[in-house]
């Protein structure tokens, strides 16, 4: 009984996740000290929430090529989680290189993203 009760409980936290709102929302980038470099981390940003997506049809749809192309694909989503965060700190330091070169990164693991989960099962 126990041990049914904690499955049930992890499913139901499993369900409340899956269930929330993690896109990228509307920003006010004229707040900011560098404006143009936040809305370009904030595209970038949007890229990602494109790609999580895309791989959330493709795992649900059961059409994910294999497991191995599964942990790649997710792989390459978190990597771009993490330089969004990267690119945003630097945005507000001021860093216009270092997030234009994060932007690049992000945007080359977000097209390998979408590129694997639109890769078919043979």
Do not use: C, F, N
Request: glycine share 6%.
């Amino acid at each position: 009984m126990r041990y049914r009760t904690i499955v049930t409980v992890m499913g139901g936290l499993a369900a409340l996740l899956s269930a929330m709102d993690l896109q990228a929302g509307p920003i006010d980038a004229s707040r900011h000290t560098h404006p143009e470099k936040v809305q370009l981390v904030h595209e970038a940003e949007h890229s990602v929430d494109h790609a999580w997506e895309v791989y959330h049809r493709a795992a649900l749809g059961g059409t994910v090529a294999s497991p191995d192309l599964q942990a790649q694909i997710e792989q390459h989503l978190h990597e771009a989680r993490t330089l969004v965060t990267q690119a945003q700190e630097a945005a507000d330091r001021g860093d216009a290189g270092v997030v234009e070169k994060l932007v690049e990164q992000i945007k080359t693991h977000t097209d390998r993203a979408i590129e694997g989960s639109k890769e078919q099962k043979k």
